[in-house]
């Protein structure tokens, strides 16, 4: 079985400072997904950025990056100058990617709150 | 182009009723995957389909429920409804190969009473 835990309910951040949102995850797939979705009051989900198991560089996207340590089974995501509008929840996520059928569940921790403060 | 999209985007239900939840994927996604997400909680997976039949799905009860139409459009169902099922129901669509290809809607929020 799969699991993800963040451990931080909520964060206050500076804005225009970098800011670190704790992912861990466990599971007994070799193949394996991370992603990181944002979820602002409108509920939808927002896809950020996502990292392969077996991929070598970490993953970036624009002020988005991901930190992942695979020995520590972490995924962290780091939002560089952060912005007003980057108030919103945020979600680690993780999948299954060797299957059967090309698309598996995804698995989501609890999320974290993050409040950008001017 | 128009992504993923939900209807009601609020409902009240009596305990007891039958509710049904619509979704639009996303232009070319053929894979449709529900969510539930109750309050402060991360979404959990109800089921998936692809071709019209359920292809995998969560710890839900039978009285969760679906439907895949042909044009890939999908229907969530729950019957009997319980206090607890008021969250909000998130449907996500995916292409049939890319496994990380998925767009999320807004959502369906139920409030059942």
């Known amino acids: 079985a799969q699991k993800i835990t963040q451990t931080q309910p909520g964060m206050f951040v500076q804005e225009k400072e970098a800011v670190t949102l704790d992912c861990t995850y466990d599971?007994?797939?070799?193949?394996?997904?991370l992603f990181w979705y944002k979820q602002p009051s409108s509920g939808e989900m927002i896809f950020l950025i996502y990292?392969?198991?077996?991929?070598?560089q970490n993953a970036t996207e624009g002020r988005y990056s991901l930190n992942f340590q695979k020995a520590r089974k972490s995924a962290n995501l780091v939002i560089s100058a952060s912005q007003l509008g980057d108030s919103a929840m945020y979600f680690c996520?993780?999948?299954?990617?060797?299957?059967?059928?090309?698309?598996?569940?995804?698995?989501f921790g609890t999320g974290t709150r993050l409040t950008i403060i001017p | 182009d128009a992504g993923v999209t939900q209807s009601p985007t609020h409902l009240i239900k009596t305990r007891g009723q039958q509710v049904t939840l619509r979704c639009s994927p996303k232009?070319?996604?053929?894979?449709v995957s529900w969510y539930q997400q109750a309050l402060g909680q991360g979404p959990q997976f109800i089921f998936q389909?692809?071709?019209?039949?359920?292809?995998q799905r969560g710890n839900f009860p039978d009285r969760f429920s679906g439907h895949q139409f042909p044009n890939y459009s999908s229907e969530l169902n729950v019957n009997a409804l319980l206090l607890g099922d008021s969250a909000l129901y998130l449907c996500?669509?995916?292409?049939?190969?890319?496994?990380?290809?998925?767009?999320f809607g807004s959502g369906t929020r139920l409030t059942v009473v």
């Open positions: 996500a669509s995916s292409p049939g190969q890319a496994r990380y290809g998925y767009t």
């Open positions: 599971t007994s797939d070799p193949s394996y997904g």
């Open positions: 990292q392969g198991s077996y991929d070598q």
């Open positions: 996520a993780m999948i299954n990617l060797i299957s059967n059928f090309g698309n598996e569940k995804l698995t």
């Open positions: 232009s070319g996604h053929d894979t």
């Open positions: 389909y692809y071709e019209e039949e359920e292809r």
